[in-house]
């Protein structure tokens, strides 16, 4: 048998992309960086980096999030951490031709936390900020499209991502602080899928799905008017019955 020669393989390079969500003035915003260096130097990107040769994927995501957020992605080992954000692989993009510099294959990560403080910039980056996605997506005429790489695919990817799973999932809490009102909740889901929902009729489904939310004891008027009743996630992952998308 022939001794494994390294050489034989042509060398390719892996990075993580991430595509940050928050909730922003009522509206899913996602951090974009401007590039500082070639390639596509100049251009607005998804924040990430490549992976280093001692770290495993989800360790180069956490950095990468760390550096460029300041978060912690969340532990489920450590529950009492109210500070992490929701950090999930999303899916692997190898075109041959999606990075200009060598072969590299990005694994990207979703990130979901609650209504952020503006970025701050990192690594190769000079400067960074929260983009609406209607408009990182909206087209070519659009003043940010065009994202560098193959991010624009990412972010669509990572933005249906989470407009699904909030339908069948309590992912939807990531974006809340620990302790929320169903108000505050359903413009979560409105900002998420785009549309406008009323109010009674969510009300009613959110607190009646069993392990959804719980009481938290209080209530708070950060909303204004009458003191609206505090509340916190439940143990519950999936919703049954499901929170279905409207049809727009």
Known sequence: MSPYDPSAYPPFAVTVDLVVLTVRRHALCAL??????QPFQGRWALPGGFVRGDEDLAGAAARELAEETGLCAHDPAAPGVDNGAHLEQLATYGDPQRDPRMRVVSVAHLVLAPDLPAPRAGGDANSARWAPVDELLEGPDQPVA?????HARILADGVERARSKIEYSSLATAFCPPEFTVGELRRVYEAVWGVALDPRNFHRKVTGTPGFLVPAG?????QGGRPAQLFRAGGATLLNPPMLRPEV
């Open 218 to 222: 209080g209530t708070t008027t950060r």
């Open 146 to 150: 065009g994202l560098a790489f193959d």
């Open 32 to 37: 974009v960086v401007r590039r500082g260096e």
